[in-house]
């Protein structure tokens, strides 16, 4: 079975940095591209970034670009996210999920608080 | 940038009854090229992450009970439960994945009358 776990979720200050990070399991990670979906309070569900499989091609939401980067180590079968600069419209959970644009596998999410 | 809308935004329905979830894209999600739509529906339950329903606005993923359904073209969109059954109370969201940045409508909760 097709698994996704998140972890590195946390209070951060405002200005800060959190790296978040997802390890796959139950499917060859390396052959699907890869995605990060949060979900805030309010706001719905939103797209944040994505990544090829050789990590040769990213897209992020003009939000966070700039602060946000997408990363993946398909030898540890893992995903990450670096967000710096942290605001606080960036609290949410945060969802590793399966796919470019559209998503069949997903996390159960990890939380990201932005508050001073 | 694509804006997504859904209506209503909430609705009760009894148990073998029929829901039906509206959901409009500000510009067309039709790519003449390949002549494929796209748009996707999910199910959130509370505490869970997205389930995928239905992509290519009409086709469902695998697993997906065929009471659910979907219709549309261009920029308006239907989902539909032909009979709700209780597991199925959650929120339905539809997502435009024709271009970047990929957006989701506000959602539409669907609980039992």
């Known amino acids: 079975e097709a698994q996704l776990l998140e972890s590195g979720g946390g209070l951060v200050q405002p200005g800060g940095s959190l790296r978040l990070s997802c390890v796959a399991s139950?499917?060859?990670?390396?052959?699907?591209?890869m995605s990060w979906v949060r979900q805030a309070p309010g706001r719905g569900l939103e797209w944040v970034a994505n990544i090829k499989q050789d990590g040769s091609e990213k897209f992020y939401v003009d939000s966070v670009k700039g602060r946000f980067t997408i990363s993946r180590d398909n030898d540890r079968n893992s995903l990450y996210l670096e967000m710096n600069s942290q605001r606080v419209e960036d609290t949410g959970v945060y969802y590793c999920?399966?796919?470019?644009?559209?998503?069949?596998?997903w996390g159960q999410g990890t939380t990201v608080i932005v508050s001073s | 940038d694509i804006v997504m809308t859904q209506s209503p935004d909430s609705l009760a329905v009894s148990l073998g009854e029929r829901a039906t979830i509206n959901c409009k894209s500000s510009?067309?999600?039709?790519?003449?090229?390949?002549?494929?739509?796209?748009l996707a529906w999910y199910q959130q339950k509370p505490g869970q992450p997205p389930k995928l329903l239905i992509y290519?606005?009409?086709t469902r993923d695998s697993g997906v009970p065929d009471r659910f359904s979907g219709s549309g073209s261009g920029t308006d969109f239907t989902l539909t439960i032909s009979s709700l059954q209780a597991e199925d109370v959650a929120i339905y969201y539809c997502?435009?994945?024709?271009?970047?940045?990929?957006?989701f409508g506000p959602g539409t909760k669907v609980d039992l009358k």
């Open positions: 999920a399966r796919g470019a644009e559209i998503w069949n596998v």
């Open positions: 510009q067309s999600v039709l790519y003449s090229s390949n002549n494929e739509t796209y």
């Open positions: 997502q435009q994945y024709y271009t970047t940045p990929f957006a």
């Open positions: 290519w606005a009409s």
């Open positions: 139950g499917f060859m990670f390396s052959r699907h591209w």
